[in-house]
């Protein structure tokens, strides 16, 4: 069986799933979205591209997002990030404001909102623009020119943010952000709001497949800090279900709340799949059962 055969098995078994679980709606710019859209899209270190669905249909990439801001921060800035966040799994809500008192105003790790403000500060303080930094690497390793952050979803995560401005001026209190906290918010819901489809994406995070090269042949990250990050992803990337998401697809992964969920098959490429209505966790639930069935089917794990 060919892998565009996979894709589309892998789409049949997440159909008895499609629109089980509730869209973001406390983001009121993603509350209407479709519940039973649903896409996913593969591309392969050898240059294969295969899709089913919506794959083609842009959407706000959310926490997905925080995997690329991590990325660039690393490869601009080398470890010293290290310093300020933690890479270990969070056991809490995405949001949660319980551990900074504790740990002294250094997140759990990178991928937990508390984590991407601090990762977001760090890259802004070493590239003077964090979401441009994000839109333009995203854009010239998916292709896509017009990719860019949709400013009603970004105002929306403002106006609503109440919590993401807390956890920001709680580790300000600390010393942990070198920015003003408006700034770093600012490029946060930016590059949170950036809107792009499981094409654009599956593409964008081929760098991790291929061991830290770019889709130029140039290399963004050595072997050994793609390997990190992809550790990171697989105990840390979905959100507080992580554990359960190794034990379903076998896969490092990164998930967002606007449905999507990409996730990574060293050296042989990236699945991108996406579906808005969402489990209790944050992770869409028709995507995870189609990359669960995909590796299932392929072998494709890390296992």
Not at 189 to 197: F, G, P, Q, R, V
Not at 232 to 241: F, H, P, R, S, W
């Amino acid at each position: 069986m060919d892998l565009q055969d996979q894709l589309n098995q892998a789409m049949e078994a997440a159909r008895p799933v499609l629109g089980t679980g509730r869209v973001a709606d406390y983001i009121p710019a993603l509350a209407a979205a479709d519940p039973g859209a649903f896409g996913m899209a593969l591309a392969t270190v050898d240059g294969e591209v295969h899709g089913v669905g919506d794959w083609e249909q842009p959407f706000s990439i959310q926490s997905i997002s925080k995997l690329f801001t991590l990325a660039l921060a690393l490869a601009v800035g080398g470890d010293e990030l290290w310093q300020r966040v933690g890479r270990e799994p969070s056991g809490s809500p995405f949001n949660s404001l319980v551990q900074l008192e504790s740990e002294h105003g250094i997140p759990r790790n990178p991928f937990i909102n508390a984590g991407a403000v601090v990762v977001t500060d760090r890259l802004h303080t070493l590239t003077g623009d964090a979401r441009a930094a994000v839109r333009d690497f995203l854009r010239a390793e998916s292709g896509n020119a017009l990719l860019d952050s949709d400013s009603v979803v970004a105002a929306s995560e403002a106006q609503h943010g109440h919590r993401n401005a807390a956890l920001a001026h709680f580790i300000a209190s600390y010393g942990n952000l070198d920015n003003p906290v408006e700034t770093v918010l600012q490029h946060y819901y930016d590059h949170c709001a950036l809107t792009a489809s499981c094409r654009d994406l599956a593409l964008a995070g081929l760098f991790l497949a291929r061991h830290g090269l770019r889709a130029d042949g140039s290399r963004l990250l050595s072997r050994s800090e793609a390997k990190r990050i992809n550790a990171v992803l697989l105990t840390c990337g979905t959100y507080d279900a992580a554990g359960q998401f190794a034990y379903r697809v076998g896969l490092p992964g990164k998930s967002g709340v606007g449905g999507g969920v990409l996730a990574v098959v060293p050296g042989r490429g990236t699945l991108c799949a996406w579906g808005p209505a969402l489990d209790a966790a944050g992770n869409s639930v028709a995507a995870v059962a189609a990359l669960d069935a995909f590796t299932t089917a392929t072998g494709w794990s890390v296992f």
